[in-house]
């Protein structure tokens, strides 16, 4: 699906500008322990149903920033929303409706989860995207527990991408094998970090904490081996039977 992105005049006269992600905030305190979702006690949260009224109506953005803070929080809300409607992606057809089928209404739009991070978000040019996204799965990056803000995105996409390229449970790095055991995140979407940096293996240098395996990668010495990802929910389930 091609989302259709221009925007029309009647569409900017009902613009507001800028949302607030205070209500989200307000849920990822409540809700998210290190990565870990309550998603019963987010499904009985007004707060949280709010917010995610919030995202329907049009949005007019000032500059970059705004827009994807705006958007990464929109996704991983819309991701919540996923499991709570009894959605799963943990198997193939669960997949197919919880990433494609389920549609949602964000920022005037129609569009589901695969659309909003392939047509939206990937567009705009920043590969740390991918360490901030979280599809409720317990391979995926963390889900943060501080909404993603205009005035501290560039240091919290940092912290993110350092986090989780550093996590031995995502990726992990046999220094004397000289074998890179990586996130299948690097495989899916190895064109957005060899735009950035020509190789994957020169992008997990930037972020790598040990020196010795930073310069390594670098060089471009390793061999890869991706991980299996683990489709699993990152946390309490709802109370629904998640849709296979």
């Keep these: 699906m091609l989302l259709l992105l221009s925007v029309t005049a009647a569409y900017a006269e009902q613009a507001i500008e800028p949302l607030s992600h205070d209500l989200f905030q307000d849920v990822l305190t409540a809700y998210v322990d290190d990565g870990d979702v309550n998603y019963p006690g987010i499904s009985a949260d007004s707060s949280y149903h709010s917010y995610i009224s919030d995202l329907q109506k ?9 827009e994807l803070s705006y958007w990464i929080n ?4 819309l991701a919540i929303k996923g499991i709570l409607d009894g959605r799963s992606p943990e198997s193939f057809f669960g997949k197919i409706g919880y990433f494609y089928n389920a549609e949602y209404t964000v920022n005037g739009i129609t569009t589901n989860l695969y659309d909003l991070e392939h047509d939206v978000i990937i567009p705009l040019g920043e590969p740390r995207i991918h ?6 799965s317990a391979s995926c990056p963390k889900l943060s527990g501080t909404v993603y803000q205009e005035d501290t995105l560039e240091q919290q996409l940092e912290d993110a991408a350092i986090m989780f390229i550093n996590d031995s449970s995502r990726n992990r790095f046999d220094h004397q094998a000289k074998i890179a055991y990586i996130s299948k995140i690097f495989d899916w979407f190895e064109d957005d970090f060899v735009k950035h940096s020509a190789t994957v293996q020169n992008y997990l240098a930037l972020y790598v904490n040990d020196q010795q395996v930073s310069t390594a990668l670098a060089n471009n010495e390793y061999e890869i081996e991706y991980m299996e990802y683990d489709w699993s929910l990152n946390g309490i389930p709802p109370t629904v039977t998640a849709d296979e």
């Design 58 to 66: 049009p949005v007019r953005f000032q500059n970059s920033n705004e």
């Design 74 to 77: 929109a996704y991983n809300a």
């Design 131 to 136: 360490f901030a996204l979280n599809c409720a």
